[in-house]
């Protein structure tokens, strides 16, 4: 029921944004976040917010240089991602689910996309 659009390859430095809209009419869920999974290890939190607010949650490792926002209008959640480095690279997942999934609980997570790939060169 999510869709992510927006992945691809970049230079280390360069900048991507993901999207992550509903495929019904809207999240119904009150968190949507990030989600990112590289090749042979598990998948980690990156980044969330409470649809109601905007309020962001980031993941250490991202903050400075991921920001998570949200378009009402558009039901549309997005990761602007600058600054990219090579252990950025990783299929990223979008979540929507209930409380615990801003604190990086992927078993809170309802739904999920079906993943874009994210690539920075080094």
């Known amino acids: 029921p999510l869709v992510e659009s927006g992945g691809g390859l970049v230079q280390a430095g360069g900048s991507l944004r993901l999207s992550c809209a509903p495929s019904?009419?809207?999240?119904?869920?009150?968190?949507v976040g990030w989600f990112r999974q590289a090749p042979g290890k598990e998948r980690e939190f990156v980044a969330a917010?409470?649809?109601?607010?905007?309020?962001?949650y980031y993941a250490d490792s991202v903050k400075g240089r991921l920001t998570i926002s949200r378009d009402g209008a558009k039901n549309t959640v997005y990761l602007q991602m600058n600054s990219l480095k090579p252990e950025d690279t990783a299929v990223y997942y979008c979540?929507?689910?209930?409380?615990?999934?801003?604190?990086?609980?992927?078993?809170?997570?309802?739904?999920w996309g079906q993943g874009t790939q994210v690539t920075v060169s080094s």
């Open positions: 979540a929507a689910g209930d409380y615990g999934l801003e604190s990086g609980n992927p078993k809170s997570a309802d739904y």
């Open positions: 019904g009419r809207t999240f119904s869920r009150p968190i």
């Open positions: 917010l409470k649809w109601s607010t905007g309020y962001p």
